[in-house]
């Protein structure tokens, strides 16, 4: 059973940054398929950015293209999301998924919640 947990969120001005991190208990991080996701209220959930650190090219969001960055630790089984340049427009709920262990959507490119069998409980990012 994955159990992810997230940490970093947190209220920041326009243009700052944050970190946020998923903390995964998995054997190897780096046999998933690890997203971040994000929900506004009274939005959907929408694929913010992805890694499958075995292979391929991380995957962004137009909207935050050149402004966050994906990493992770295998070493730690860590997940982070650099947050940079931040606007009002990316205020909401934060979340780290996980699929597999294999590629999946990271291969597809399709970033759909309900294929992702792995959630953390969520973390709080609001821009202002």
């Known amino acids: 059973h994955v159990q992810l947990v997230e940490s970093g969120g947190g209220s920041v001005q326009v243009g700052g940054s944050l970190r946020l991190s998923c903390v995964a208990s998995v054997d190897t991080i780096g046999r998933y398929c690890m997203a971040w996701f994000r929900q506004a209220p009274g939005k959907e959930r929408e694929g913010v950015a992805a890694l499958y650190s075995a292979g391929g090219s991380p995957y962004y969001a137009g909207s935050v293209k050149g402004r966050f960055a994906i990493s992770q630790d295998n070493a730690k089984d860590t997940l982070y999301l650099q947050m940079n340049s931040l606007e009002p427009a990316d205020t909401a709920m934060y979340y780290c998924?996980?699929?597999?262990?294999?590629?999946?959507?990271?291969?597809?490119?399709?970033?759909?919640?309900?294929?992702?069998?792995?959630w953390g409980q969520g973390t709080q990012v609001t821009v202002s």
């Open positions: 998924a996980a699929y597999g262990p294999t590629e999946g959507p990271c291969l597809s490119g399709s970033y759909i919640p309900g294929d992702f069998g792995y």
